[in-house]
């Protein structure tokens, strides 16, 4: 008998997460409780911009001409009970309001939804990134809410998705780790990943502690990498030094490797910034806190970078923002997405807004939900458009589109050529030759 899936929670993760499964072969049904955004998914839409998302779900959402129909969404969780024979759950873990400390409130209402209905022998998998620990105890909470009681069991499953490769991330991601207490848990979860698995992709079972602590310690790592050539950045603006060349010359050094090694304004997004804290939080609730003391400095240096940021752009406006136009292309986290979470660059536009100046902001997809969550900026529909009457342009967010801009075709709108580039991709030597002023992070002026 084929496996029937259901994916609780149909954000990014589990959207993502869905129509993969579907892609995979499986009937699928996502549940949420959110009827607008069930709404959107049946009608074949995304709610979030993520490259390929769309075209995949087009193609197996039920009711859409050449879907395959195998994919579908409910707001009800009795009928995801009914219907999955595995059971992924995808919703949110936020850092809670005023803490460190992941927020685990989502995860819980979903096996609390889910458990009651539970009347015969399932497989519940965890794909949220969740405090070590988390499984062991929501593994007995299913039991114990359960009909079927241990016959629903637990397995922990994290996911290891980019931002904008989140499509190819899910149907060939660069390991499976699977966190289990032996049943039928690795059979079933061989039988849902068999295709990336036939493919070569490693599968990795482990206890459900090691399971949760390689997605918070990977994202500790990364997050790591980032703040170290930053902090280096810092030592290259002390000595004069260059730090794209500095981390190019380490990034041959096949031990440290090039990715994530790319001085400029930092990390943010819904991942690095709360995984990072709320793994602190968790270590001092075990008695280990000595063990990360490193990571807060991770996350003071990466939150320098945006005070650096707004320093060099007042420098660039004579020591004073008031009566100065400023510019900034980017408002996403990163590129290919338009997710606004901790966004370096809408963090230091608030900065220099709230010191006098007038920003204009201009990203290629997340300007809507930047609206939302920032309405006192100013917007544009362009770059030309932002830039126009700019007595300083920062460039913050690294979209391609902002990397094959004509430093002449934007000189000629704005007030005063200077440019601050945040993200050390631009070319230094033709933006210097359209006669801009061309200022980085931890770059010699």
């Not at 458990?115 to 015969?120: G, I, W």
């Not at 996350?299 to 406006?317: F, G, K, T």
Request: glycine content about 10%.
């Amino acid at each position: 008998m084929t496996l029937r899936i259901s994916v609780i929670g149909t954000g990014y993760l589990g959207a993502t997460h869905a129509a993969a499964m579907a892609e995979f072969g499986f009937e699928v049904l996502g549940l949420d409780i959110d009827p607008e955004k069930i709404a959107t998914l049946t009608a074949g839409q995304v709610p979030m911009y993520e490259p390929g998302l769309s075209e995949l779900l087009l193609k197996h959402v039920a009711g859409h001409e050449g879907s395959t129909g195998r994919l579908r969404f409910t707001t009800s969780a009795q009928e995801a009970a009914e219907f999955g024979d595995v059971h992924f759950v995808c919703v949110n873990t936020p850092q809670r309001k005023g803490e460190f400390a992941a927020d685990m409130s989502y995860v819980d209402a979903a096996i609390d939804s889910l458990a009651p209905h539970l009347t015969r022998p399932v497989l519940v998998v965890g794909k949220s990134t969740v405090p070590v620990g988390s499984a062991g105890r929501l593994a007995e909470r299913l039991a114990a809410l359960a009909p079927v009681g241990e016959g629903a069991e637990l397995a922990w499953n994290p996911e290891f998705l980019r931002e904008g490769f989140a499509v190819q991330d899910t149907l060939r991601p660069d390991r499976i780790v699977i966190g289990a207490r032996g049943g039928r848990a690795e059979e079933l979860l061989r039988e849902v990943y068999a295709e990336p698995i036939a493919a070569g992709v490693p599968f990795l079972v482990t206890d459900y502690a090691t399971a949760e602590l390689v997605k918070t310690a990977a994202n500790s790592f990364l997050a790591t990498k980032i703040s170290f050539i930053n902090a280096m950045a810092e030592v290259c603006e002390a000595a004069g030094a260059d730090v794209t060349q500095l981390s190019a010359a380490l990034a041959l050094d096949d031990r440290i490797g090039g990715k994530f090694l790319n001085s400029g304004l930092g990390f943010g997004g819904g991942c690095l910034p709360k995984d990072i804290r709320a793994f602190m939080a968790r270590a001092g609730e075990l008695g280990a806190d000595q063990a990360l003391t490193f990571l807060r400095e991770v996350d003071s240096i990466n939150m320098r970078r945006r005070s650096r940021m707004v320093e060099l752009a007042r420098e660039q406006c004579a020591g004073g923002f008031l009566g100065r136009r400023i510019a900034v292309l980017g408002a996403a986290f990163k590129p290919n997405s338009d997710d606004i979470r901790d966004s370096p660059a809408l963090n230091v536009a608030a900065q220099i807004q709230l010191q006098g100046a007038q920003v204009t902001v201009y990203d290629p997809k997340a300007m809507d939900n930047a609206r939302k969550m920032f309405p006192g900026l100013a917007y544009a529909d362009s770059a030309l458009e932002a830039a126009e009457g700019a007595h300083v342009v920062l460039h913050l967010t690294e979209w391609q589109e902002f990397r094959a801009l004509d430093p002449a075709e934007l000189g000629a709108v704005v007030a005063e050529r200077r440019l601050l580039d945040g993200r050390n991709v631009l070319d230094a030597d033709a933006w210097r030759a359209a006669g801009w002023t061309y200022r980085a992070l931890g770059r010699p002026s």
